[in-house]
């Protein structure tokens, strides 16, 4: 089945842990982004990605980290967790006008 | 200044009205807009698109663009309680390489 998933849906992680969460889809689109949601700042956006081996900061790029070896992957690094990357990140993919969009289910991560 | 924005609410509107939502841009080159709905617990799901030529009619909904003023509008006629929802406005403020920006979400209550 066509869609886009994330893995883990659920993550707790010690502070100064690296932790990388997984993005994969099926559609084929050429963009993906991962946005963080948090109460009063809705979605931020962190990385995206045009095609393999295309990334590009979002507004809140600072500690994380991004690749994209493929198209159907863009997986999300956390390199020295901190509290304040608790958060729910959202993975989404689309096609290149955005009138085809998904987002992934979420992952809702604590740093502790 | 954020880049898009948006009145948090709660907007209250009772069962069969016209819900009105709006959002405002700050990127007068701007080229295509895009409503989101997220239920809570859930991922945004896209409900409409338009690009800056022309409002955009789907069912109940209506997308309505002022680009003089830089505002874009969601209309939901005949409100249903199901409706209830954080609607999320994203616009893509570059023509080349696709960037979705998100405002922070209208939260939409329906009453029966």
């Known amino acids: 089945d066509a869609g886009i998933t994330q893995s883990p849906r659920y993550k707790i992680t010690e502070t100064g842990r690296q932790v990388t969460l997984m993005c994969h889809q099926t559609?084929?689109?050429?963009?993906m982004f991962w946005y963080r949601q948090d109460l009063g700042h809705g979605l931020r956006l962190i990385y995206y990605?045009?095609?393999?081996?295309?990334?590009d900061k979002g507004e809140v790029p600072d500690g994380y980290v991004v690749s994209r070896s493929k198209t159907e992957n863009f997986p999300l690094t956390l390199e020295s967790a901190t509290r304040s990357q608790t958060s729910v990140y959202f993975c989404?993919?689309?096609?290149?006008?955005?009138?085809?969009?998904?987002f992934g289910q979420g992952t809702r991560l604590t740093v502790v | 200044q954020k880049e898009v924005e948006q009145n948090s609410g709660p907007l209250s509107v009772p069962e069969g009205a016209i819900a009105s939502l709006n959002c405002t841009y700050s990127?007068?080159?701007?080229?295509?807009f895009f409503w989101y709905r997220q239920y809570s617990g859930k991922s945004p799901e896209l409900i409409m698109f338009?690009?800056?030529?022309g409002d955009k009619e789907d069912g109940r909904f209506t997308a309505q663009l002022n680009k003089a003023s830089q505002y874009v509008s969601l209309l939901i006629r005949d409100s249903q309680p199901s409706d209830s929802a954080t609607y999320l406005c994203?616009?893509?403020?570059?023509?080349?390489?696709?960037?979705?920006?998100f405002g922070t979400g209208t939260r939409l209550l329906v009453s029966p």
């Open positions: 989404a993919s689309t096609n290149r006008g955005g009138t085809e969009a998904f």
């Open positions: 559609w084929s689109h050429s963009y």
């Open positions: 990605s045009a095609a393999a081996d295309i990334t």
């Open positions: 990127d007068r080159g701007s080229q295509s």
């Open positions: 338009i690009y800056s030529n």
């Open positions: 994203a616009v893509n403020p570059f023509t080349g390489f696709q960037k979705l920006v």
